[in-house]
Each structure stands twice: as C-alpha cells, then as structure tokens.
C-alpha cells in the first residue's frame, strides 16, 4: 500500500496583542473570539506573506507599558508594528492587501462604549498614514468571529457559532 506525503500544516495562534507574520507554506494563522476587537489581516500576494493582528483597544494612551510589550494590542501602536513586521519579508505598503474582521458590539449591546467602532475607526486612520486602502470587511453586528488566514494561498476564512463558515 502507498501513502501520499500530506505537508504538516502548522497553527499559528495570534492571541489578543499579538501579530503574526508568515510567508511558510503550510502555515495558517488563526485568531478567536473577536467581538469589539479586530482583526487586520495583510496579504502580499507577490511576496507570497501574510500577517494578521490582534487589536483590542484603539489608543494606547491608556497603558503605555502594555503598548510597549504588545504593540498588537492598540490600533495607533498595532500598524506601524504589523508594517514592520512585514517589511521583514520584504513587504511594503503598496503591495499590501488589507482586510478587516471584527469590530462587534456583542458585549455592549446599548453602544455605551462602542469599542468595535472604535477600533475601526482608528485602525482605518492609522492604515490612512500608509495609503492602505481596506479591500474587504466583515464588521460591526454583534456576532464573535474567528479568522483564519491559510498562508499558501492567502484565503482568509471567518467563521461565527450558529453562522457557520465563510471567506472574505
């Protein structure tokens, strides 16, 4: 009997404040749960690299310590960090896809606090710095996501309890 040789395919969890950047075949970057924060994932497609980033609030004035250990974590510290990151795969701006995930105000059903605007709001400003535009968005509602980025191909997939699974 022949077996057919599978390449191993490695997860790469990308928790709250953290970027993930990859350009290996067999990668996948995934990241859960994301109600009010976002997800920003970069592709480039001629370099053949991904990131994905985890934000959670949008300005880092609150926490300075924390924005110095986790730049992911806030939005005006999180982009020029995900830029660095894939500048270390020979990735600039320009060639650069973005697409957005996230955003939700699934734990503050009256709009309070409206983080998920929030962060929308500051993530696009902040991208606005690097003339990135955003090629495609799956935000707002009030339903978690997860996001799962499969660096072979660049698919990006989101996927919500009772929704299902769907690509962006």
């Known amino acids: 009997m022949k077996c057919n040789t599978i390449s191993p395919i490695k997860l790469v969890n990308v928790g ?42 949008p300005e880092s004035g609150l926490d300075r310590e924390l924005a110095s250990q986790k730049p992911g974590y806030f939005a005006d510290t ?23 995930i ?29 003339q990135l535009d955003v090629v495609a968005e799956e935000t707002g509602n009030g339903i978690i996501r997860t996001v799962t980025v499969i660096v072979d191909t660049g698919t990006v997939l989101v996927s919500s309890p009772g929704k299902g699974q769907w690509e962006i």
Do not use: W
């Not at 067999?26 to 920003?40: D, M, P, Q, R, W």
């Not at 999180?78 to 957005?100: E, H, T």
């Not at 503050?108 to 400003?125: C, H, Q, S, T, V």
């Open 16 to 57: 709250v404040g953290e970027i993930g950047v990859s350009n290996l075949p067999g990668h996948v970057l995934k990241t859960y749960a994301l109600s009010s924060c976002v997800a920003i994932v970069t592709l480039a497609p001629r370099q053949r690299a991904v990131g994905l980033a985890h934000v959670a609030l």
């Open 102 to 130: 996230g955003g939700a105000s699934h734990l503050d059903p009256y709009l309070r606090f409206d983080i998920g605007k929030r962060n929308l709001l500051a993530i696009k400003e902040h991208l606005a710095r690097y």
């Open 78 to 100: 999180c982009i020029q960090a995900l830029m660095q990151a894939m500048a270390r795969y020979g990735c600039r701006p320009k060639d650069l896809l973005v697409k957005l």
